[in-house]
């Protein structure tokens, strides 16, 4: 069985930052792109950062791109999110979520596994 947890969330003032973690089990983190996402009240769910099985590149939506780092720790078979100057614009619940085979990284329907959400607001 897949799961997927997510922690780290929280409230923090603007310019703040937050590390975010996924645990996972029933799936080897090194095995496959791991991906984080976040949705808004009222809005989609939206791509934040992907970090590729093969190769482990790193890939990031415009809005956060020099300031959310996300990596890998094989060793505790986590995925984590680093997220440093957090604007109010970034409040949202945020996801882990393990794409399929095959899929493309940033695109919500290709990940086939994902975690139950970490609430994070940013206040102003």
């Known amino acids: 069985q897949v799961r997927l947890v997510e922690s780290g969330g929280g409230l923090v003032q603007a310019g703040g930052s937050l590390r975010l973690s996924c645990a996972v089990s029933g799936r080897t983190v090194s095995d496959y792109t791991m991906g984080w996402f976040r949705q808004a009240p009222g809005k989609e769910r939206e791509f934040v950062a992907a970090?590729?099985?093969?190769?482990?590149?790193?890939y990031y939506s415009d809005s956060v791109k020099g300031r959310f780092t996300i990596s890998r720790d094989n060793a505790n078979n986590t995925v984590n999110l680093q997220m440093k100057n957090l604007q109010p614009e970034d409040t949202a619940v945020y996801f882990c979520a393990q794409r399929r085979m095959g899929g493309t990284y940033s695109l919500r329907t290709d990940y086939e596994y994902w975690g139950q959400g970490t609430q994070v607001t940013v206040s102003s």
């Open positions: 970090i590729i099985r093969i190769g482990s590149s790193q």
